[in-house]
């Protein structure tokens, strides 16, 4: 657990969370993923806690923000990396280094793992996130994803 | 990618006056510290003040002051001042629109979004990270240097 300046309290998310980190996620993406979230849930707070990890930020008894990531080894070729999937914080809630306190925190995590390489994706149209992300360091990596319409 | 001298420039500028907020630089400052001429600079700057990033400041001790936001503006807000990237264009289409010209205009694009992903997503509070941690390893390896003389 961890307090930052603002009284932010960074914790493990409970089940009891995910009805507001599902508000705040469609909040913030426009869809709502209840399915996918409570199953994101169920695998990152049940199953290899040593390498899953999903973590809310607290202020006043509200969810302001959360962080899901993981572990994963030797996928496409690559050593063991820490993974994070999501991460939002409340539109509100912004500028008070919130992402950031939630990001450290996993970051602190994989570290304790004896993982220090850091990964992620994003949209390229997302200026938001990306320069969130390039704000704590990140660089363009060694990959590129590729892909091809099925239809 | 090669960027036009007065982006590049312009890019110093913003940079070194956005380091410390509060310090006025005169064109020739800032050129001597980058070796470029004052001339060219001034007009650069000039461009930057009519888009609100630096203001000049006059009397004695005059010079520019940074009056942007260091954390919101990126890269290619200030290159966008001076050329286009990514543009349609950017890769030439001259001659017939040929299936063989719409292909290499595909790749092409690809390229293009990439880099005004990139350029769009690096502000100059982060430059400033990157520009810390640049000196950082070089003073390790200088130091490194120094031990095997």
């Keep these: ?151 | 990618m090669k960027l036009q001298t007065a982006s590049r420039l312009a890019i110093y500028a913003v940079l070194e006056l956005s380091a410390d907020p509060e310090q006025q630089l005169s064109a020739a400052e800032i050129g001597d510290k980058f070796g470029i001429s004052t001339h060219h600079l001034s007009k650069v700057l000039h461009t930057l003040g009519r888009a609100g990033l630096v203001r000049s400041v006059r009397g004695a001790g005059g010079g520019y002051v940074f009056s942007g936001n260091a954390k919101r503006t990126t890269l290619l807000d200030v290159i966008e001042l001076f050329e286009s990237v990514g543009g349609r264009d950017a890769g030439g289409n001259e001659g017939a629109v040929t299936p063989e010209a719409a292909a290499l205009q595909t790749v092409l694009g690809e390229i293009d979004e990439l880099t005004r992903a990139t350029l769009n997503s690096i502000t100059l509070s982060t430059m400033h990270k990157l520009i810390e941690a640049g000196g950082r390893s070089i003073d390790k390896g200088q130091g490194r240097a120094n031990t095997t003389d």
């Excluded at chain 1, 869809?31 to 707070?45: G, Q």
């Excluded at chain 1, 990959?143 to 239809?151: A, N, P, S």
Aim: net charge negative; aromatic share 12%.
């Design chain 1, 1 to 151: 657990m961890s307090e930052t300046a603002r009284n932010f309290e960074i914790r493990p998310a409970e089940f009891g969370d995910l009805d507001q980190v599902i508000a705040l996620d469609e909040r913030i993406t426009g869809i709502s993923k209840r399915d996918y979230l409570n199953d994101l849930f169920e695998r990152y707070r049940t199953r290899k806690p040593d390498q899953r990890f999903f973590y809310v930020a607290e202020t006043a008894g509200r969810v302001v923000g959360f962080v899901v990531g993981e572990i994963r080894a030797w996928e496409f070729g690559s050593e063991p990396c820490g993974w994070v999937f999501a991460i939002s914080v409340d539109p509100d809630e912004r500028e008070e280094s919130v992402g950031s306190a939630l990001l450290d925190q996993i970051c602190d995590r994989f570290r304790q793992a004896g993982v220090h390489r850091l990964r992620t994706m994003t949209s390229r149209d997302n200026h938001l996130l990306m320069s969130f992300f390039r704000a704590h360091g990140l660089m363009a990596g060694p990959y590129l994803q590729l892909e091809k319409d099925l239809t």
